[in-house]
T-cell receptor, first 113, second 112 residues
Framework: DARVTQTPRHKVTEMGQEVTMRCQPI?????VFWYRQTMMQGLELLAY????????DSGMPKDRFSAEMPDATLATLKIQPSEPRDSAVYFC???????????FGPGTRLTVL | DAKTTQPPSMDCAEGRAANLPCNHS???????VYWYRQIHSQGPQYIIH???NNETNEMASLIITEDRKSSTLILPHATLRDTAVYYC?????????????FGTGTSLTVIP
C-alpha cells in the first residue's frame, strides 16, 4: 500500500532556529504539494512541484520559507528563521497526471516556542 | 479561492445515510467536483470525484445536479469512523496537476 511519508512527525523548536521537513512522495508520482493547516486559516497551499520543478510558491512567505525537490523521491520544506506564528501542521501530498487525485501524508506538527 | 459553499456542521445517526450538500454555482464546464475528508489529526483523504455524471465507489456516492451548480456526497451507512471534516472542491479537469483549494468544509458528527 503506497503512502506519502513525512518526517519528522512532530517538531518542537525555539524561535530563530532552522526547521527542515521532509516528504517522500509515492513512487511514480510527478506532482508534490506542500500545505499548512492552522485552526485560524484552515488548509493553505504553500507550494507545488511538477516533475521536480516549482510551479507555484505564491502561498509561501519567501523571506523565510524555501521548498525544494533534490530528487524525485524527496521534497523538503525549510523555515529559517522560524517564528511562533509558523506553528502549524504541515502536510505534503503527491499526485500524478494519470490519477488526478492527491494523496496526503500524515503531516508534521511544528511548534515554535 | 474555494468556489464552494458547504454547511459548517451536520449530525447523522449511526447506520443512516449521511447526505452532505455542496453549492458550486460558478463552476466552469471543465471543472470537476472533488470530495476529500479529514479525520482528526490525519491528512486529508480522497473520497470521490466527478464531472457531470453521478459516481459511486466503495466509500460513497456523488450526485451532481443537471445544471452542475450543486452536488451531494452520500455516505450510505454512516459509522462512527466517518466522523470527520468533509471538503468539497472544484478544480479544472483531469490530468492538469492543478492544486486543490480547500475551503472550511462540513464537520460531520456521526452519533451512536
Amino acid at each position: 500500500d503506497a503512502r506519502v511519508t513525512q518526517t519528522p512527525r512532530h517538531k518542537v523548536t525555539e524561535m530563530g532556529q532552522e526547521v527542515t521537513m521532509r516528504c517522500q512522495p509515492i513512487l511514480g508520482h510527478n506532482t508534490v504539494f506542500w500545505y499548512r493547516q492552522t485552526m485560524m486559516q484552515g488548509l493553505e497551499l504553500l507550494a507545488y512541484f511538477r516533475n521536480r520543478a516549482p510551479l507555484d510558491d505564491s502561498g509561501m512567505p519567501k523571506d523565510r520559507f524555501s521548498a525544494e525537490m533534490p530528487d524525485a523521491t524527496l521534497a523538503t520544506l525549510k523555515i529559517q528563521p522560524s517564528e511562533p506564528r509558523d506553528s502549524a501542521v504541515y502536510f505534503c501530498a503527491s499526485g500524478s497526471d494519470s490519477t488526478d487525485t492527491q494523496y496526503f501524508g500524515p503531516g508534521t506538527r511544528l511548534t515554535v516556542l | 479561492d474555494a468556489k464552494t459553499t458547504q454547511p459548517p456542521s451536520m449530525d447523522c445517526a449511526e447506520g443512516r445515510a449521511a447526505n452532505l450538500p455542496c453549492n458550486h454555482s460558478t463552476i466552469s464546464g471543465n471543472e470537476y467536483v472533488y470530495w476529500y475528508r479529514q479525520i482528526h489529526s490525519q491528512g486529508p483523504q480522497y473520497i470521490i470525484h466527478g464531472l457531470k455524471n453521478n459516481e459511486t465507489n466503495e466509500m460513497a456516492s456523488l450526485i451532481i445536479t443537471e445544471d452542475r451548480k450543486s452536488s451531494t456526497l452520500i455516505l450510505p451507512h454512516a459509522t462512527l469512523r466517518d466522523t470527520a471534516v468533509y471538503y468539497c472542491i472544484v478544480r479544472p479537469g483531469a490530468h492538469t496537476g492543478n492544486q486543490f483549494y480547500f475551503g472550511t468544509g462540513t464537520s460531520l458528527t456521526v452519533i451512536p
